[in-house]
Structure formats: structure tokens, C-alpha cells
């Protein structure tokens, strides 16, 4: 049943990003980034840890190439430092970096893996953050650059590009609450933040369409999708605001109707820069497909917060029997912005793996799993344009101010020996073969 509802060019794959799995941050002339700065700022993440080995990726890149092909999926999804290929983030390319993604393309191409590449996630150039980061308006042409460039030395084998991954995470969570890098608590910047990335994912698709790349672009979208706390007027607006603020229509509005939510209005006109109206228009410049996470929460109303709405989660894994409020949740989108192409990325799911006698017995993420297949499978019997499926993780890693002590992966890596232990999930039937 599930072969005649997907496809056979259905993407069943997998993702990482650069710094979570990479290691190896400041090799070969690489410079650093503001992960790499932060991870080793005492007291920004769990017990100290950082990514300077991680999963060692740089170095044994070629054997996990082959361990996505031994697990069967079709795509790779992950992303390029950006301060491997230019270490100050702009100026000088640094070519032994450019010569790691280039090896590693070739190898998933060589695997029949296609491989579908970020060009951003959360790592930026430290140089850059000096200059102000994301709030310096002049990042839209430091990443147009940057873009480009990927896309003359990578764009004959990279057919799949996405800009950046959550931008919503980077200015909210970096720049207004400050939990990741660069660590600021300013929600001046985290608007500012918001409106340059828009800027520059504008820049990237206009370098994608003018360079002629036979592929496709989009971008990825955390979105969670809130409901009233109660039937309060106040909380019912709130739900409103946030649904705005946390869902796809903050960045999907002004990449294709080149305005902000009118829900916002009373934020936009607080928090954005001055003069932000002038570059609406060159913010609209539509994409090719939308990557999704999605989740859920609940919204109430907050006097005292900046937002003016308080917000809690509830994480999709425990949401895995939600398919109406899924499939609803994606056809609004599909339909709104008349989207050719989703792609979903299941938000994944900690657990407290262990090695027993070789084996990693993970019930609770197969469990996860399993549900948001028949979630999916569903969908694209309904017929929601899903395109492809990415489960994070590959393999556990650096989970950003969590260290080490979170396991999101269908892998298990020992970080003392680098041994990768496939688990239950990943051995499961989750790709419709």
C-alpha cells in the first residue's frame, strides 16, 4: 500500500548539520564560528562540551557516505560552514574547506544518494559576528556572496539548495533569549536579525536564479502550530500573534507577498528596524519548496512579556496520533502559498539509548516514528505535494546547548571510539520499500 501512495523519486532521508557532526572546526584554515566561540564560553552549554570532535564527520566522512547508503535512503540533508569556505566569512576562499564538501558531494553521488545542501546552519563566522552578525544590514550581501560562490563550485552536482535552517531559532533564540550562539539578549536585535535573514535568503535565491542552476530552492521552517490556552478573548489573540510569530507566515508573507503578518503589526512596528518597509520588495522572491518542522503549543496572554504572549511546547513526539491537526497544518500552508513542494522533517526524538551486547533498542523512537510515516503516507494519499521525508538524525551529536547529553540519531556514536552502532530504528522499514 505504501509503494503506490509514494512514489519511487519520494526522498526517504536523512540529516546533520556542519558543527554537530563535523569536529575538526579550525582545520585546514578554517576559521571560527560563533558556535565554536560559544561552546567554549564557560557555562554556555551542558557539562563544557563542545563541537571540536563531534561525530569526527570531517575525517570519516567516506565511511558515513556508505553507512546512509547501508541504511537505504535516497537523500542526504547537511549543511556547509560557512567558515570553512571563508574563514573572516567573506574576502579570501579557503580552499582545502571547499575541497571537503566537493569530496564529500562526489562520494554521495558515487552512492546514488542525492545530496541536498544547506547553506546555513546557525554557524556563522565569528569575523562576521564582530561586525554586528545578523544585525549588521550588510550580512545580505556577505551571504549573497557566499551563495554564490557554493553555487558556481557546487551547482553542476547540488540539484536541492535550502538558505537557512530556522531563522526563526537564530534570532530568537540567539539573539533575544540568548541560549545560543551568539548569546544576546536584545529583542531589537532578534527583529533585526529576522528581517537581514530575510534579506539575505533573498540574496542566495536571486544568485540561485541568476546563475541558472539546474535545481531547485527553498528554505527550512521550524513551525509550531498554537492553540488558545482558553477561550479568553485575550488568549484567543494571543494564539493568533503567536501563530503568526512562531509559524511560517513571519518569513513565508514576505518571501511571497512581500509584507508581514498583520497579526504582528503591533511587534513589527515596536521591534523592526527603522525603514524595514523599503526592503520588502526586495525580501519577495518566492521559492521553489519549504522544508517543515512541525510541533505544537499553547498560547495565553502575557502583560509582562516583551511578546506580549507567553508560549509553552508540546513536542511533536508527543503529538504522533495528530494527523488531522498535521495534514491541516501543512494543506493551509501548501495552499496559502500555492507551494509546489513540501518536505517534512520529523522533528526526531531524544531517548535514553543504550548499547546492550551490540544492539541499541530504541521502542520509543521507532514508536515516533512509525507514526509520523503513517502521518505522511496519509497526507500524500490526501494529496498534500510531500516530496520527501529527512529524519533527524543520522546519527547522535553535539546537540547544541545540550552537548552530548541528548541522542536524537537512527545511530549510535560511542564519542570515545567514534564507533557508529546502528539502532533498531534505523534497521526499521521507515523508507516505503
Known sequence: MTEKILSDDFLWGVATSAYQIEGSPLADGSGPSIWHRFSHTPGTIYKGDTGDVACDHYNRYKADVQLIKSLGFKAYRFSISWSRIFPYGKGRVNEKGMDFYDKLVDELLKAEIVPFATLYHWDLPAALQDLGGWTNRDVANWFGDYADYLFQRLGDRVKYWSTINEPWVIAVMGYMYGVHAPGIKDIFAAFSAIHNQLRSHSNAVRAFRERNINGKIGITLSNRDHQSASDDQKDLNAAKIANAFFNYPLFLEPIFNGSYPKEMDYLINAYMPKGYEKDLDEIKMPVDFVINYYSKGTASYDRDDPLGFKSTVNLSQDNTNAYFDFYGFLKNLQDTYDLKETYFTIGGID???????????????????????????????????????????????????????????????????????????????????
Open 351 to 433: 531517548c535514553a539509548d543504550m548499547v546492550e551486547n551490540g544492539k541499541v533498542h530504541d521502542k520509543k523512537r521507532i514508536d515516533f516514528l512509525k507514526s509520523q510515516k503513517e502521518m505522511i503516507v496519509k497526507a500524500v494519499k490526501d494529496g498534500l505535494k510531500l516530496k520527501g521525508c529527512f529524519i533527524w538524525s543520522l546519527m547522535d551529536n553535539f546537540e547544541w546547548s545540550f552537548g552530548y547529553s541528548k541522542r536524537f540519531g537512527i545511530v549510535y556514536v560511542d564519542y570515545k571510539t567514534q564507533k557508529r552502532v546502528v539502532k533498531d530504528s534505523g534497521k526499521m522499514q521507515i523508507r516505503g520499500d
